[in-house]
């Protein structure tokens, strides 16, 4: 029986027009490298990223719906020093928020610039 492997991206909406603050935002924040999405997909409003050596991808598309996400949709970055992190974040002006505790993954929220939620954790062992 086949069985699934890993997630290979997720996909959080942007408004039409902002590739650019999207490119400033994940890349510029976050420190995501931008890759070029695929030639069949060149005519959409589209800025992809990678996001760790497994091949993991966050696609940033255009909403055309205007609809708000959802507030528990989220994707989640596993970062290596999270007190480092959040504190570069917030010297960007980022507002960071605090999450429920789990034990062995410290975390904390922020919102891009679209407003989409994202984690920001710290694996540091098994959790209970």
């Known amino acids: 029986m086949a069985s699934v492997l890993r997630i290979q991206h ?3 909406p942007m408004p039409p027009g902002g590739e650019e603050e999207a490119r400033r935002f994940y890349s510029g924040a976050l420190g995501l490298q931008e890759k070029t999405p695929p030639v069949a997909l060149a005519d959409l409003d589209i800025v992809w990223f990678h996001a ?3 091949g993991l991808e966050v696609h940033v598309f255009t909403d055309r719906t205007g609809q708000s996400p959802v ?3 989220h994707l989640c970055l596993q970062v290596d020093a ?4 959040r504190a570069a974040l917030e010297s960007r002006g980022i507002a960071t928020e605090d999450a429920v505790a789990i034990h062995n993954r410290p975390r904390f ?3 891009d610039p ?3 939620q994202i984690e920001i954790t710290q694996v540091l062992g098994a959790y209970l």
């Open 52 to 54: 760790g050596a497994d």
């Open 71 to 73: 507030q528990a949709q």
């Open 109 to 111: 929220f922020i919102r």
């Open 10 to 12: 997720v996909s959080v």
């Open 114 to 116: 679209f407003g989409n």
């Open 82 to 85: 999270l007190d480092d992190f």
